[in-house]
Every structure is written in structure tokens, then in C-alpha cells.
């Protein structure tokens, strides 16, 4: 009894040193942002004449009152809130600090360019390419691989797109990048590179791009290059519109189209619309998310997007969204008469997409990014179900 009775006593002192810490002033209704980590990680290197119960005791903190078991463990909590906040704070700055492998390995001048096509954020190649491959994997003989040389192609001309896209991106929106935390530092924005260098490297993108083109069959070259129109709308309809992730779904997933005219030499509507469509709910559903990031800074500066029209109703569509694009992968993958493992990957296709709209933190910009990076996912386990349901 004697032991707890001490313990007890000790954990008192403990509470009151962490008050004292907090509101050094003595006043309780605002607290000190400094907090002492001492008071957390050696509590009990505090000593205190409560040990003492003569009268004429002294009292170390004379702020102390009849409620104060109360204003204690509300004071406790503070610091412990006040040392995760200023934990986490400093983890992201350390995370925003870390350099890329652009930043690693490719010489200076170099660098700037690199940035403006996001060869350092590989996710945009991913979620571009991911429909060209459904497409070419879809358009494959039963019991046959896709054409390797094809989709090698289609990687590298995704490549080449996406950073085309960013960069006609970056050279349109250069004005309100720079009012905009995650977009201020972007090499355009940040005076880094000139409008002109900018176009230069545009015009160095098109050319490689125009050389992968140059190779596919000449429907396939006619619709690819009818893309560039909306390659180079998009970035204008946040200033328009509130859906430029509608925009977006129509631009990056062009390549549904292209990939199955490259190997059939034309489109089979009953089989790539409902894929091209499906693509389109899949951006719907992803570049949402990715623009909640962004919500105060948009309505800052005055653009608009889905994020900002849904609202606090962001889960209700994304879910319909999310709905829409898995019928109609389904119902593409009754029309191109494919096996069974197909529908197994889309089961699970359909529980990743459910995950992410399900536990996504629209109010937390790290978690926001971390559901829309996970989209890579999505779109293996849709080429791995066409993958194995063609072969089997």
C-alpha cells in the first residue's frame, strides 16, 4: 500500500511539472508551443516537497486549483499532442527534403528537365500505360501472349506522352503553380527553366513520340494522333469546369483505343469502348482523391475540380464511380469471350479499388497520395486477369 500510495504521488508531481511545462505563465488558457521532452521521457527525475505533508509544505506551482485533476490531465494530453505534432512535422519535412534518384544521378543540368516530365513520380507512366496494356493483352489470339514488341513500344511512347502532358501542363498553368504549395516549386513556376526552354523540350518530347507512332499501322497513327487535342485542352478545363478529371479520364486512357488498332489494324466497339469507358470512372475515382490535396489552394486561386464539387459527398461518387468501372470492365470482358481468371483479377481489382475509396483520409494530403500512387495496383491485377484469361 505504502509502494502505490508512493507511486501514486509520484505520477501527481508528474502531472503538475507537465502543466508547469506547458503554461510556463501560469496562464491555462494558452499554452506554450516549447514543449519539454524531458518531462516525457524522464518523468521521474522530478522530486517535489509533496513528499512532505507538514503544514508548512511548500507548493511549487501556486496556479494550481480546486479543479485540478481536471486541468492536469487536460494539459497531459496537450504536451503529448504537442510532441506528436511537432514529431510528424518534422518527419514530413525530412520526407519533402529527401532528394530523388534525379537529383542523385543525373548531372545538374539535366535535372530541371527531368522535374518538368515527373520521370522522379513514375506513378502518371504507370496509369497512363496500364489501358494501352489491357488493350494490346485484350487484342491477343486465345492461348497467345501479347505482342512484347508492341507493348514496349506503348511503354515508351507512355513515357514520353505523360511528360509531353506535364510539361504543356506546367507551361499553361505556370502562374497558378506558384500559389499553390505542392505546385510552387516545379521548374517553370519556380523560374528554374524559361517558357521557352520549356517549349524547346516540348517540341524534343513530340518528336520522340512522333517517332513511336511513325511505326504502328497508319489507323493506328490517325488516332493517335487525334489525342493531342485533348493532350492540350486538358490543362485549360480546371478554368472552366468543374470535372477536368473527366477531361483527364478521356486523355490518359486514349491508349485503350490505340492499343487494340495497333495490333487489329481497326476498333472493336463491343469490346474497347466498354474498356475506354472503364478507364474513364478508374480517373474518375483516382484524380479525385489526388485533387482533395490541393482543395484550399484551388479555391485560393480560383480553379476548379471535382474534389471541390463533390464536397463532403466525395465517397458517394467515387463509390458510383468506382461501380461504373468495374461493370464495365466486366462487361468488356464478356464481349472479348475471355477465361474465367479474368473475373478472379477483377474480384480483386474490385476489392483494391474498395479499400481505397473505403479508408481513404480526404482531409490528410499524405494519405490522399498514398491511395492514388496505390492505383498502380489496380490496373496489374486487371492486366494479369487479361494476362492469364487469355492464356487459360
Not at 486549483?65 to 512535422?89: C, D, K, M, W, Y
Not at 472552366?240 to 490518359?252: K, R
Amino acid at each position: 500500500m505504502a509502494m502505490c500510495r508512493r507511486l501514486s504521488r509520484t505520477c501527481h508531481v508528474f502531472r503538475r511539472h507537465s502543466i508547469a511545462a506547458l503554461y510556463p505563465s501560469g496562464d491555462l488558457t494558452n499554452p506554450s508551443p516549447t514543449v519539454l521532452y524531458s518531462l516525457l521521457i524522464k518523468p521521474f527525475q522530478f522530486s517535489s516537497d509533496d513528499d512532505d505533508h507538514t503544514p508548512n509544505s511548500k507548493k511549487s506551482f501556486t496556479f494550481y486549483s480546486p479543479h485540478s485533476s481536471r486541468i492536469e490531465l487536460s494539459g497531459f494530453r496537450q504536451v503529448l499532442h504537442f510532441s506528436t505534432l511537432a514529431n510528424s512535422e518534422e518527419k514530413k519535412k525530412n520526407e519533402q527534403q529527401k532528394p530523388s534518384w534525379v537529383d542523385t544521378y543525373l548531372p545538374p543540368k539535366i535535372r530541371p528537365y527531368a522535374h518538368l516530365a515527373r520521370l522522379d513520380k513514375p506513378i502518371g507512366t504507370w496509369l497512363l500505360a496500364w489501358p494501352c496494356m489491357w488493350s494490346i493483352a485484350l487484342a491477343a489470339p486465345p492461348g497467345s501472349l501479347p505482342d512484347v514488341k508492341m507493348m514496349t513500344l506503348f511503354g515508351c511512347g507512355a513515357l514520353l506522352l505523360r511528360g509531353a502532358g506535364c510539361t504543356v501542363n506546367d507551361l499553361l498553368d505556370r502562374d497558378i503553380d506558384t500559389k499553390v504549395e505542392r505546385t510552387r516549386s516545379r521548374p517553370v513556376a519556380s523560374g528554374v527553366l524559361t517558357p521557352f526552354q520549356g517549349l524547346t523540350f516540348l517540341g524534343f518530347q513530340l518528336l520522340l513520340g512522333l517517332g513511336i507512332l511513325l511505326q504502328l499501322n497508319n489507323y493506328s497513327r490517325i488516332l493517335g494522333a487525334s489525342s493531342l487535342l485533348l493532350v492540350f485542352s486538358y490543362p485549360l478545363m480546371k478554368r472552366f469546369t468543374f470535372w477536368p478529371q473527366a477531361f483527364l479520364g478521356l486523355t490518359f486512357n486514349w491508349g485503350a483505343l490505340l492499343g487494340w488498332a495497333a495490333i487489329k489494324g481497326s476498333i472493336d466497339p463491343s469490346v474497347v469502348l466498354p474498356l475506354y469507358v472503364s478507364g474513364v470512372f478508374w480517373t474518375l475515382v483516382y484524380d479525385t482523391i489526388y485533387a482533395h490535396q490541393d482543395k484550399e489552394d484551388d479555391l485560393k486561386v480560383g480553379v476548379k475540380s471535382t474534389a471541390l464539387r463533390f464536397g463532403d459527398s466525395t465517397k458517394e461518387w467515387i463509390s458510383g464511380f468506382g461501380l461504373a468501372c468495374i461493370s464495365s470492365l466486366a462487361l468488356s470482358g464478356v464481349n472479348a469471350d475471355i477465361g474465367w481468371p479474368y473475373y478472379a483479377f477483377l474480384t480483386a481489382a474490385s476489392g483494391q479499388l474498395a479499400w481505397q475509396i473505403w479508408t481513404v483520409d480526404l482531409s490528410s494530403r499524405a494519405d490522399c497520395n498514398r491511395k492514388f500512387v496505390s492505383n498502380k495496383w489496380f490496373g496489374a491485377f486487371i492486366f494479369g486477369g487479361i494476362l492469364f484469361g487469355r492464356l487459360l
